[in-house]
């Protein structure tokens, strides 16, 4: 039989592959959405309190859920088969399980090991710069909520469909002994950037979001590398950035799974207001104080890193008709006088430049990444082009979500050294004058940390000005996606 270990050190070619049983185990046992996302342009997420219930009466409700929950052979599969147009690839159901509920579970199961996922993410309060739990937002973070113990993902391609799912999943939950803390509901948000070109899915600060994943499946490598071949990639695209990751970045044993083969993955989800309205104002005010009212989008590309369309700003001073590329890195500009060091993606991702100034000894970079999965919230679909000047002032935002094989190494390393951290690559040196935090997702900090440092060109000085504030932290909490078989067999 193959080894857990072995199987998870190289991409995963699972078209060819599924035929053979090992593989076949393991695709089986391990849930959707973790080896690719799920696709589906609406969500809605319940979150579950186990207060007050027994083990056994735990135990009970997941063998009941389990087989409603959709592996990732099924997810493959439907995939495959949904290339064709109006295909509806049908629901795809995750079960995350928090620390609380392996607690709930005592003697019927092992608690998985990582330290930050056992604390959960109230307790990490002042490692991630978060705001008090007492200060988050409504529904299942309302205060005097327990943290859950349990989220239900439920993602399919209407809102009807999920509707109707969310209700049978309530009503049938209320009835079990345990409690529906809230549930939040996503809904993807789409622009055409180019003529004639398909949809890009956005976030509501009106950029590509999604972008830049990390891959894992060897049939996904071949459609990247296809899609940017040299001769169709811009001038400085091909830098050799490799998008292939080993799953076992991402995926690990379960250590309650009944089968040899049996994996899961630790999962991070946080809800992030967006202050879309006041993130527009401050963009506007930005590209007048660099001077750049000729070119003023240049100035959201700078604090994001990429222009609307997904165009690298470290590439081109203005957004181009071209599919957003991924092939690139910041080595033409290690300064940061095209992007800067505080942009948001050069910040969560920064493609090999950091290594050099990583200590001996010290994780690598790449290390550190994840597999997002997140989706904008929000009832409105929006018109990006119409809503300009009266874009929303709250309500809507990115309900992140990512597997990992590690939370502390690699949510709260991205947060904290990198999101946070005024002294990103800049700043180290005795004299250095700190770059600042993420504009886009980095909290916490004096006012000097928010303050970034903004180029208006070579050989003249950096500009300071401060971009942050206009994402906010209302809820979350840490997860664990157990195989299926622990699911279907836990108590017994």
Request: proline share 8%.
């Amino acid at each position: 039989m193959t080894d857990l270990n072995t199987l998870l050190q190289s991409p995963i070619r699972w078209m060819t592959q599924a035929t053979d049983p090992d593989m076949r185990h393991f695709l089986r046992d391990l849930q959707a959405n973790i080896l690719k996302g799920h696709g589906r342009h609406f969500t809605g997420n319940i979150f579950v309190s186990f207060e007050g219930m027994g083990a056994q009466a735990v135990a009970r409700l997941l063998r009941d859920l389990s087989g409603y929950v959709t592996s990732a052979l099924q997810q493959l599969c439907t995939a495959r088969s949904s290339a064709g147009p109006g295909f509806d690839g049908g629901p795809v159901r995750c079960l995350l399980l928090g620390a609380g509920a392996y607690r709930a579970l005592g003697n019927l199961a092992t608690m998985p090991g990582d330290a930050a996922f056992q604390a959960g993410m109230r307790a990490r309060q002042a490692v991630l710069a978060d705001p008090p739990a007492g200060e988050w937002g409504e529904g299942a973070w309302r205060p005097g909520n327990p943290a859950p113990d349990a989220l239900i993902l439920l993602a399919n391609s209407s809102f009807e469909a999920v509707t109707r799912d969310l209700e049978a999943a309530e009503g049938w939950l209320n009835g079990s002994g345990a409690r529906v803390l809230g549930v939040e509901r996503g809904r993807a948000q789409f622009r055409t950037f180019r003529p004639g070109g398909p949809a890009e899915g956005v976030e509501h600060f009106g950029y590509v979001d999604g972008r830049s994943q990390p891959l894992f499946l060897a049939e996904d490598l071949e459609r990247e590398a296809a899609a940017y071949a040299e001769e169709t990639a811009p001038a400085g695209a091909d830098t050799g950035f490799d998008p292939a990751f080993p799953p076992s970045q991402f995926i690990l044993a379960d250590p309650n799974a009944r089968t040899p083969l049996g994996a899961g993955s630790y999962f991070v989800f946080r809800k992030l207001e967006q202050r879309v309205r006041a993130f527009k104002r401050r963009e506007e005010a930005l590209a007048e104080a660099l001077d750049l009212t000729e070119n003023p989008e240049l100035a959201g590309a700078m604090v994001v890193g990429r222009f609307e369309d997904g165009t690298p700003v470290v590439l081109s001073e203005d957004a181009t008709t071209m599919p957003p590329p991924n092939n690139f890195s910041y080595a033409n500009d290690p300064e940061g006088m095209r992007c800067p060091f505080q942009a948001h993606i050069r910040k969560t991702n920064p493609r090999g430049e950091s290594t050099a100034k990583l200590p001996p000894g010290a994780p690598a970079e790449r290390s550190h990444i994840m597999a997002r999965r997140g989706i904008p919230f929000g009832d409105a679909v929006r018109d990006f082009e119409a809503d300009a000047g009266q874009e929303p002032e709250g309500e809507v935002g990115l309900l992140f979500m990512a597997y990992m094989a590690s939370i502390e190494g690699q949510f709260e390393f991205t947060q904290q050294v990198w999101a946070n951290n005024p002294r990103f690559l800049r700043g180290l040196a005795p004299g250095e004058v700190p770059t600042g935090i993420d504009p886009v997702i980095g909290q916490g900090g004096d006012e000097a940390a928010r303050t970034q440092l903004w180029p208006v060109g070579e050989g003249k000085p950096m500009v300071p000005f401060s971009f942050a504030d206009f994402v906010r932290m209302q809820g979350g909490e840490y997860f664990f996606a157990p195989s299926r078989s622990f699911l279907r067999e836990v108590g017994l």
